[in-house]
């Protein structure tokens, strides 16, 4: 149990000072003023600390964050429910198991014009973009988290008289819950994504708009300012993720 | 409760696994089921759980049909077949909980039972933090805790150290003594099947058939008698072998 805190602390320590690192070399580069394109770290920061409380940030981050939320959360419910029945109903796995598959690994930004011709240029845009991008993987995690279900438990649940709901309920839920729960949190980083490129795509709303119009306009200490946000958000969603993972999963 | 069973077969694909088994099992006699690998003893275990169905024949469970697993009957697996994201506790009450009994009879009987396999202190430990020689208590605590007439038991010690199951034999002897189940017990281990049984039912492999029973008249309790030591002993697991070679 000790060495493998110690391991943890280690692994944090690594990731501490590799980011220092990279903000040294940041730092330096930019004031070295070698391209107009690497404007130095402090100045990004100062840049970023203006734009919060001038409350441009804000006022982007609260469309983009809403947005994720009405694209996220129908995903996770949706996705679950569908992988849970496919995971345990043959017919239901092998009716949406070519779709899913398929569109799991497509690149789906293709199909944010189409959204966009269904509509309109609105936020429920990057809503679609956002759920489409993180439905399909809690959908493979969860289906495999059902099927991983050791037949011994079942088998054991079936000798105590378990019928098909206390099967369900008993043993294949939190059998696959670790599954779900990694499958909602990579959901969550796809959702992310599909935040910023929805919004990119359609350059009026959020935190997406932001990246072009400064990308557009050359005001490239800003530009990275609203980069460093959505990494933060990034970072915290998935964080989020992991500390609902481990309220849940204590016994691993 | 007595166990009869009567022309059962079942075939899985093209394999043959059981033909025409016919047997009896007098209530509270402990009986072993052993022989080659394939001869589908697992197999009739299982249907007398009613876990597998036959193809043809039928069980019979105290003079009743058997048409799928019923609360007389309970199970303990090869590989235990615990729930790791339950304690140890939970686990033990799990047959409770789904028999419908109130938590605080579900509780008091689990408690009995840990105490009564040897696990006193261990509640609230998750079985992937027990050996397997714990883990397996817990599988036989859980088995015991609804009370059945009769324990299956599926190669239960067959992943757990020799030392280890030495004493679990023992255990698993006293507690049968003490509560007078009927049990079935399945191994690979001839000197299992001797030190345990009252009779040995050997099986033939493709198809499964009864091929010989082997009463053993060993004395009771056998740790007091020092049964291990004794000539008869080692007599009747020599002419378990004799039989079991020929039929490899």
Same mark, same amino acid.
């Given at each position: 149990?000790?060495?493998?805190?110690?391991?943890?602390?280690?692994?944090?320590?690594?990731?501490?000072?590799?980011?220092?690192?990279?903000?040294?070399?940041?730092?330096?580069?930019?004031?070295?003023?070698?391209?107009?394109?690497?404007?130095?770290?402090?100045?990004?920061?100062?840049?970023?600390?203006?734009?919060?409380?001038?409350?441009?940030?804000?006022?982007?981050?609260?469309?983009?964050?809403?947005?994720?939320?009405?694209?996220?959360?129908?995903?996770?419910?949706?996705?679950?429910?569908?992988?849970?029945?496919?995971?345990?109903?043959?017919?239901?796995?092998?009716?949406?198991?070519?779709?899913?598959?398929?569109?799991?690994?497509?690149?789906?930004?293709?199909?944010?014009?189409?959204?966009?011709?269904?509509?309109?240029?609105?936020?429920?845009?990057?809503?679609?973009?956002?759920?489409?991008?993180?439905?399909?993987?809690?959908?493979?995690?969860?289906?495999?988290?059902?099927?991983?279900?050791?037949?011994?438990?079942?088998?054991?649940?079936?000798?105590?008289?378990?019928?098909?709901?206390?099967?369900?309920?008993?043993?294949?839920?939190?059998?696959?819950?670790?599954?779900?729960?990694?499958?909602?949190?990579?959901?969550?980083?796809?959702?992310?994504?599909?935040?910023?490129?929805?919004?990119?795509?359609?350059?009026?709303?959020?935190?997406?708009?932001?990246?072009?119009?400064?990308?557009?306009?050359?005001?490239?200490?800003?530009?990275?300012?609203?980069?460093?946000?959505?990494?933060?958000?990034?970072?915290?969603?998935?964080?989020?993720?992991?500390?609902?993972?481990?309220?849940?999963?204590?016994?691993? | 409760?007595?166990?009869?069973?009567?022309?059962?077969?079942?075939?899985?694909?093209?394999?043959?696994?059981?033909?025409?088994?016919?047997?009896?099992?007098?209530?509270?006699?402990?009986?072993?089921?052993?022989?080659?690998?394939?001869?589908?003893?697992?197999?009739?275990?299982?249907?007398?759980?009613?876990?597998?169905?036959?193809?043809?024949?039928?069980?019979?469970?105290?003079?009743?049909?058997?048409?799928?697993?019923?609360?007389?009957?309970?199970?303990?697996?090869?590989?235990?077949?615990?729930?790791?994201?339950?304690?140890?506790? =939970?686990?033990?009450?799990?047959?409770?909980? /789904?028999?419908?009994?109130?938590?605080?009879? %579900?509780? &008091? *009987?689990?408690? +009995?039972?840990?105490?009564?396999?040897?696990?006193?202190?261990?509640?609230?430990?998750?079985?992937?933090?027990?050996?397997?020689?714990?883990?397996?208590?817990?599988?036989?605590?859980?088995?015991?805790?609804?009370?059945?007439?009769?324990?299956?038991?599926?190669?239960?010690?067959?992943?757990?150290?020799?030392?280890?199951?030495?004493?679990?034999?023992?255990?698993?002897?006293?507690?049968?003594?003490?509560?007078?189940?009927?049990?079935?017990?399945?191994?690979?281990?001839?000197?299992?099947?001797?030190?345990?049984?009252?009779?040995?039912?050997?099986?033939?492999? =493709?198809?499964?058939?009864?091929?010989?029973? /082997?009463?053993?008249?060993?004395?009771?309790? %056998?740790? &007091? *008698?020092?049964? +291990?030591?004794?000539?008869?002993?080692?007599?009747?697991?020599?002419?378990?072998?004799?039989?079991?070679?020929?039929?490899?």
């Amino acid at each position: 149990m000790s060495e493998r805190s110690f391991a943890e602390s280690d692994s944090g320590l690594a990731g501490l000072v590799a980011i220092g690192g990279l903000a040294l070399v940041w730092e330096t580069v930019g004031r070295l003023g070698i391209s107009l394109f690497v404007p130095p770290l402090s100045g990004v920061v100062v840049v970023w600390w203006g734009l919060l409380t001038d409350g441009t940030l804000l006022g982007a981050a609260r469309s983009s964050l809403l947005s994720l939320v009405k694209g996220f959360v129908p995903a996770a419910c949706l996705g679950v429910a569908l992988g849970l029945a496919m995971g345990r109903f043959r017919t239901v796995r092998l009716f949406f198991d070519g779709y899913v598959n398929t569109l799991m690994s497509a690149p789906l930004s293709a199909l944010v014009p189409v959204l966009i011709a269904l509509f309109g240029i609105r936020d429920t845009v990057v809503a679609a973009t956002v759920f489409m991008f993180s439905f399909f993987v809690i959908v493979v995690n969860t289906v495999t988290g059902v099927r991983g279900t050791e037949r011994s438990l079942i088998e054991m649940a079936r000798m105590f008289g378990a019928g098909e709901i206390g099967l369900f309920r008993r043993i294949y839920l939190p059998s696959a819950l670790p599954a779900v729960l990694l499958g909602l949190r990579l959901g969550a980083v796809q959702a992310v994504k599909g935040m910023v490129v929805g919004e990119m795509l359609i350059s009026l709303i959020g935190l997406g708009e932001r990246l072009i119009y400064y990308g557009n306009t050359f005001l490239i200490t800003h530009l990275y300012a609203v980069i460093l946000s959505v990494l933060l958000i990034a970072v915290l969603t998935s964080g989020a993720a992991q500390a609902l993972d481990r309220a849940l999963v204590r016994w691993k | 409760m007595d166990i009869a069973a009567r022309g059962v077969s079942r075939r899985f694909g093209s394999v043959q696994a059981l033909a025409e088994v016919t047997l009896a099992i007098r209530s509270g006699e402990f009986v072993t089921l052993i022989g080659p690998s394939g001869c589908g003893k697992t197999t009739l275990l299982k249907i007398i759980g009613g876990l597998v169905a036959a193809d043809t024949g039928e069980i019979l469970i105290g003079g009743r049909r058997v048409a799928g697993p019923g609360r007389e009957r309970s199970m303990v697996f090869q590989d235990f077949a615990l729930l790791p994201w339950a304690t140890v506790k =939970r686990n033990v009450e799990f047959g409770l909980l /789904l028999a419908g009994v109130g938590r605080e009879e %579900r509780e &008091a *009987a689990a408690l +009995r039972y840990i105490a009564k396999v040897g696990l006193a202190g261990f509640e609230d430990a998750y079985p992937g933090q027990l050996s397997g020689g714990m883990q397996q208590r817990v599988g036989l605590a859980r088995a015991l805790a609804v009370n059945p007439a009769i324990l299956l038991m599926d190669e239960p010690f067959a992943s757990i150290d020799e030392q280890t199951r030495r004493l679990f034999q023992d255990d698993l002897l006293a507690l049968w003594s003490d509560e007078r189940k009927t049990v079935v017990f399945v191994t690979h281990s001839m000197e299992e099947a001797i030190y345990l049984s009252d009779r040995v039912i050997v099986l033939s492999p =493709r198809p499964g058939r009864v091929h010989e029973v /082997l009463d053993v008249a060993l004395p009771r309790p %056998r740790d &007091a *008698a020092d049964v +291990r030591a004794s000539v008869e002993f080692t007599r009747l697991v020599d002419g378990l072998w004799k039989i079991l070679r020929k039929l490899q």
